[in-house]
């Protein structure tokens, strides 16, 4: 009983501090993918939609092209892409809680589900989430 209680507590612990396996587990909270939703919509819309649609060299951020480009990625890449690429015209500029902010925004608009934590900013952390396009069983 002990082994059991000591193993929830770890699960418990690692969900906490962002140890989710998909996006499908509640990887972000609602009030976060608001905070993102103003980032980009500062940030990110002019090339990317205000709908996150895309637009003539951008690709959308939404649907199922943007979920079978990240299937089984992680978000620790997308955090990567977006920090070392976006916005084109000044690669850098949001901070690293703008990123994860506007992830959260991204994961929301694709209909993943919000949970009780925010995304997190560390990317060994956001490594370990895989994006799936589809729900795993059982979940």
């Known amino acids: 009983m002990a082994l059991v209680s000591c193993m929830l507590s770890v699960g418990v612990v690692a969900q906490q501090e962002g140890g989710a396996g998909s996006v499908w587990d509640g990887v972000f909270t609602e009030e976060q993918a608001r905070r993102g939703e103003a ?13 996150l649609e895309g637009g003539d060299m951008t690709p959308p951020l939404v649907g199922g092209m943007f979920t ?44 993943w589900p919000a ?20 729900r795993p069983p059982g979940r």
């Open 68 to 111: 079978s480009n990240w299937n089984d990625l992680s978000v620790g890449d997308l955090f990567e892409r977006i920090r070392v690429t976006m916005p084109l015209d000044r690669p850098g500029r949001l901070s690293r809680q703008q990123n994860a902010d506007v992830i959260a925004f991204v994961l929301e608009a694709n209909s």
């Open 39 to 51: 980032a980009y919509l500062q940030e990110c819309a002019n090339c990317h939609g205000t709908a």
């Open 115 to 134: 949970g009780a934590m925010d995304l997190s900013r560390d990317l060994t952390v956001l490594k370990q989430i895989r994006i799936q396009a589809s």
